[in-house]
């Protein structure tokens, strides 16, 4: 059965005719990633463009975010517990993979729950866990927060750098360097906020969008249904993935999320400074902001020569275009973050276009 | 800065490769240290297989198998592929300080009976015992030698090969990532560690001459192995992913984690190239195995991207399998 319906899908993709180039902007960086590994960009028609956008939380983290945690790392020495794909970002001078080797303790967790039944496991050590991550993380950091809480665990604390993802794609809009004619939005990001809050892309700024999953069909019929919206003139948003995104959202995660953080301003790599759209963590829970627990003043953060991570999360190249890209950045020797993160676009394209 | 020592380089990929090639070759001889998974060797008329293998896995008991299992195997494993029998291997272990008696004389007693079901003796061995610190509880080493009836590496491959895998793909590496991360939802993995000599055997001794490779697709998956033989060549290696024996489980952890299971670790699972007139028969043979029940042709030699592992997806679509640098670490969300 879905066999059938993902073959008649292909087929519908490969046989579109545009009249003219059409580009869609993917927000997601696991859409990104799946775009290539189901093969589905394989069957676009050429004047079909996808720009890839800033949604891979660890590519658009900025450097002073790491030079803060290795900073910290080094005067105070916490064990630094974190997700996998952040260990081998570059920062301003480093990376945590970097100060493991040269003995920093860093370790590997699944989910903040997990470092902190580390630091409850060993009282003796301060466990700091690195926060970064969209909506879909936000939740399960709050909920670790409010429970270090509960327990009355001291020895924990979380370094803020999450970030909203709405704000960054309004201010690409605001900007309007990039010429896009519609959006597939994240799946996963809208379970949790609902479709709502992206109706002010086609309200305001007269985009079509598509809500979409993550399986080979839902790429295809995402795509299709856009491209449909696009021809058409239809700016209105399309929620195809409502067997898990309903339109208001999960208000439990909303909730617990702004329990204990609360939007501010926050720097993404490569756009500046957006308003409102990262979250820092409110008073009532400081003692367990490693920022404030930690006091330190890193040194301005520099940004690699030549890396146009920048220019690519606002959608303005493509990795391709990068100077860099592939002669003295890989992934064995990552310059940008893009080329870390499994769900970066540079390397997705290394990963699974090089060679074509 | 001086360089330093990173995960990886011991992880399969290209950084391994390149640190094999620039810093152990170099110095030992390229002539003299062989790529294979073994050193094949002749002496007085009689030419043999030789291998060695260190084992170090967190935790080292785990659903199918401990560490034990592993060096075993391994070992036998890397034996069998070169067209080997195996015949003795060697047992040395670096204990830490304070290691659990009970643990060890669980962990040999796991040798010694995987190495009476894989016909082989355990015939000599080291102890080392090391300060609280300086080694994570147990390593093991274990070095192999083997007869060499029948060659079968070093065939040239050619357009139109297929390729077989004897069965399900990446159970090993996604078992023990599944429990080094404490997923709850793991229920069902398992390891499959296992000695494929036997079954390797009975497909060299119906078709001694239509294997052109044969290799364990340990470390780095089944996507790594296959980079390897095309990397440098003229031809590409397409694979079909509806073809691709997954079990459920493993595929479910692996969509959650965001790992390929074509770059899983496999501990009891061979892939081997063969003329295409007689693919199907041997996935027959090895599917009459235990250890081959799930056995697949699942993708060919030909020339399209050459150089290059490629993969035909379930819609048609293609993407290259690229050599990876070192292992894969579960994504954020």
């Known amino acids: 059965m879905g066999n059938d319906l993902n073959k008649k899908l292909a087929e519908r993709l490969k046989g579109l005719r545009l009249n003219r180039e059409i580009r869609i902007m993917e927000v997601c960086g696991t859409h990104t990633t799946e775009f290539f590994r189901t093969g589905v960009k394989d069957l676009f028609p050429r004047n079909l463009i996808l720009v890839d956008g ?34 081998k970002v570059p920062s301003s001078t480093s990376s945590l993979v970097k100060e493991k080797a040269k003995g920093m303790d860093i370790r590997i967790v699944y989910s903040p729950m997990n470092a902190l039944e580390f630091a409850e496991a060993n009282p003796g050590a301060e466990v700091m866990f690195l926060s970064v991550g969209f909506e879909t993380t936000a939740p399960a950091e709050a909920a670790t927060v409010l429970e270090a809480k509960r327990r009355n665990i001291k020895n924990f604390s979380i370094l803020p750098g999450n970030k909203l993802t709405p704000p960054a794609v309004e201010a690409l809009l605001v900007a309007g360097e990039v010429k896009i004619d519609g959006f597939i939005l994240p799946g996963h990001v809208s379970a949790v906020i609902g479709t709502v809050a992206w109706r002010f892309i086609s ?69 500046g400074v957006i308003p409102g759209s990262g979250l820092a ?72 276009w090089s060679g074509r | 800065m001086t360089k330093k020592i990173l995960p990886g380089h011991g992880s399969g990929g290209k950084l391994m490769n390149e640190m094999i090639d620039t810093i152990i070759r170099k110095r030992f001889g390229a002539d003299n240290v062989q790529l294979d998974d073994s050193a094949v060797l002749s002496m007085a008329g009689v030419r043999f297989a030789f291998t060695t293998d260190t084992f170090t896995i967190t935790p080292f008991f785990f659903p199918g198998g401990d560490i034990g299992t592993l060096a075993v195997n391994g070992t036998v494993n890397d034996l069998s592929v070169m ?59 274990t070095s192999g030698i ?80 296959l980079n390897e033989i095309v990397k440098g060549k003229k031809i590409s290696v397409k694979l079909n992913e509806d073809a691709l024996p997954v079990r459920d489980e493993v595929k479910g952890v ?65 993407r290259i399998l690229p050599l990876l640098t070192e292992e894969q670490l579960p994504r954020i969300c």
């Open chain 2, 83 to 141: 067209g080997a029998k195996p015949l003795f291997i060697s047992c040395a272990l670096v204990l830490e300080e304070g290691f659990d008696f009970a643990d060890l004389e669980k962990i040999l007693d796991s040798m010694k009976s995987e190495a009476d079901k894989a016909d082989v003796r355990i015939v000599t061995g080291d102890t080392k015992v090391v300060p609280n610190g300086a080694a994570d509880k147990i390593f093991i080493n």
């Open chain 1, 54 to 87: 800033p949604g891979c939380p660890v590519c658009v983290t900025p450097n002073e975010y790491l030079d803060r945690a290795i900073e910290i790392g080094k005067q105070y020495r916490p064990i630094i517990a974190t997700f996998g794909d952040m260990i």
């Open chain 1, 203 to 271: 309200g305001r700024y007269g985009k079509p969008c598509v809500v979409a999953g993550f399986d080979a069909s839902d790429l295809m019929m995402g795509m299709l249904t856009l491209v449909d919206l696009i021809q058409k003139n239809k700016n209105i948003t399309v929620n195809q993935y409502s067997r898990v995104v309903r339109e208001e959202g999960n208000r439990t995660a909303v909730e617990l999320l702004y329990q204990v953080f609360t939007a501010s301003d926050s720097r993404w790599r490569g756009i």
């Open chain 2, 146 to 225: 083997g007869i060499i009836e029948r060659s079968i590496q070093r065939r040239e491959i050619k357009p139109g090969d297929r390729i077989i895998v004897s069965g399900t793909i990446g159970d090993h590496g996604m078992a023990v990532m599944a429990i080094r991360n404490n997923l709850s939802f793991s229920g069902g993995l398992t390891s499959d560690c296992a000695h494929l000599n036997h079954m390797i055997r009975a497909v060299i001794e119906r078709f001694p001459e239509s294997i052109r490779f044969m290799r364990d697709p340990t470390r780095g998956g089944v996507a790594s192995v």
């Open chain 1, 281 to 352: 963590i409110r008073n009532e829970y400081a003692d367990f902001d490693a920022a404030q627990k930690f006091p330190v003043t890193p040194p301005a953060p520099e940004e690699a020569k030549g890396c146009r991570c920048g220019e690519l999360l606002r959608g303005l190249i493509t990795p391709p275009q990068c100077g860099l890209y592939g002669k003295a950045c890989t992934p064995e020797e990552p310059v940008g973050p893009c080329m870390v993160s499994m769900e970066g676009p540079c390397a997705a394209y290394y990963k699974y």
């Open chain 2, 254 to 318: 692996c969509d959650i984690l965001g790992i390929d299971p074509l770059y899983a670790a496999n501990e009891g699972k061979v892939v081997i190239i063969t003329r295409p007139d007689d693919a199907e028969d041997i996935v027959n043979i090895l599917k009459s195995t235990a250890e081959g029940r799930e056995a697949a042709v699942i993708g060919e030699i030909n020339e399209e991207f050459p150089g290059k592992a490629y993969i035909e997806t379930a819609v048609g679509g293609r």
